[in-house]
């Protein structure tokens, strides 16, 4: 009896010994493909496999379960990963554990179901989103108004609004292109679409859809905008008492007069007391955009991302987690936010601080949580209309891109109260 229990003795902890793990480092030279990373994050939760993201521990590494399929899956999209084994992990682990580290090993428990708000007719190179959610294989849902006003918000997890206009203006693209092709199809594609829905106006339509959406994020959803859609949507929200500030060219009758002291910085997410642009010949919605206002060549234009505590405020930290600390910039019609006109209880996660702009900003709404990132492509400086297609082939390692896919895994994290 003694002799079998000390082979079973032998053999359990030979098995323990043996027992190992998946490491995907996430630092900049221990990963080739930091985009396809999160795809392989995401497809183990699809399996429903639990990851530990692993908080500034080699730049937000990610810790998964061994097996043959998961290696065979990153050697296939060229992740690059790590067999570690079950005494390493534990060292790893305890390591993150310690409080004198700023680290933290975060549990994701599932896949989050996600919806891309954007016109049928967008091309998934339209919209940074969509072409890194392709590129990384994170498969996703287009969703637009009708969808929207039709409650179908309530079977996903997580909402990407794409470069949209909420206030009815067509993207304040009135001036240089208002006579061109598409310009007056897309026009007429959304007034027939409001109509269909029995609206009168664009606007109205924008307005309703914006009220629902700020339902969802209310209600517990996830919500991340870029560009245009981050003020065009708190604008929405601030004249949706049925303030008219659309022009004769957008929606067929004059706006309210004296429509700035109509509106209603309460009801919007992030930004305060800002100044809404009322020639329809700029292409500006109002004073929020720091576009005009930016005085710095493209050769310096960088933001920096805040440091968090990863104990204490495991939300932000997750979303700032990166191989740099220091982002190139890029522009857009939103490119920056005015930090002056930015409410107090956002939290400002990314910023130009010469030049007094935000760049990467989040908050909580309610039960939920909203993201604004400010400019179009991480990795198209000036992205103009008719650009080519940014090709992530060529980038797979973009610190910008980088951090649209924490927005994307942040849902599936098994979350701890906030201290901040």
Not at 95 to 111: G, T
Not at 212 to 240: N, Q
Not at 253 to 265: A, E, L, R, T, W
Not at 278 to 297: G, H, L, Q, W
């Amino acid at each position: 009896m003694s002799k079998l229990f000390s082979i079973l003795f032998v053999l359990f902890f030979s098995m323990n010994a043996w027992a190992s793990y998946i490491l995907i480092p996430m630092d900049a030279e221990g990963q080739k493909e930091h985009l396809k990373a999160y795809g392989i994050t995401y497809w183990t939760l699809e399996k429903n496999a639990k990851v530990k993201w692993l908080l500034n521990y080699r730049g937000g590494s990610f810790l998964l379960p061994d097996s043959e399929e998961i290696k065979k899956e990153c050697q296939i999209r060229g992740v690059s990963f790590e067999v570690i084994s079950d005494s390493k992990a534990e060292q790893i682990l305890t390591l993150i554990s310690s409080p004198s580290q700023n680290m933290e090993a975060v549990v994701l428990e599932k896949a989050p179901r996600i919806a891309v708000y954007s016109p049928k007719s967008n091309l998934p190179w339209d919209d940074a989103v969509t072409m890194v959610l392709t590129y990384a294989e994170i498969p996703y849902t287009t969703i637009y108004d009708e969808e929207v006003m039709g409650d179908q918000l309530l079977l996903y997890d997580w909402l990407h609004l794409h470069h949209e206009d909420f206030t009815g203006q067509y993207g304040k693209f009135y001036r240089s292109y208002r006579a061109t092709p598409w310009y007056i199809e897309e026009k007429k594609n959304a007034e027939a679409l409001a109509a269909k829905m029995g609206y009168d106006k664009v606007s109205e339509a924008k307005r309703d859809v914006a009220l629902k959406i700020r339902d969802y994020v209310v209600g517990g959803g996830f919500m991340f905008a870029m560009c245009s859609a981050t003020d065009s949507f708190d604008i929405a929200l601030a004249a949706s008492d049925g303030v008219d500030i659309c022009e004769p060219m957008f929606d067929g009758d004059p706006s309210d007069p004296g429509y700035q002291s109509k509106i209603d910085f309460r009801k919007t997410f992030a930004f305060k007391d800002f100044t809404l642009e009322r020639n329809p010949m700029v292409y500006e919605f109002s004073s929020i955009d720091m576009t005009a206002k930016r005085r710095i060549n493209k050769e310096t234009d960088y933001f920096t991302l805040m440091d968090y505590s990863a104990k204490w405020d495991p939300i932000p930290c997750m979303l700032v987690q990166n191989h740099t600390a220091l982002v190139k910039g890029f522009m857009g019609q939103t490119t920056s936010y005015d930090r002056n006109e930015i409410k107090s209880n956002v939290l400002i996660m990314g910023e130009n601080k010469a030049n007094g702009e935000a760049r990467y900003i989040h908050g909580i709404k309610g039960k939920g949580f909203f993201t604004f990132y400010g400019g179009h492509d991480p990795e198209d400086y000036q992205h103009r209309v008719g650009d080519a297609k940014t090709e992530l082939a060529l980038h797979p390692n973009s610190p910008g891109y980088r951090l649209i896919l924490n927005n994307v895994l942040f849902p599936a994290a098994k979350k701890k109260k906030q201290k901040t």
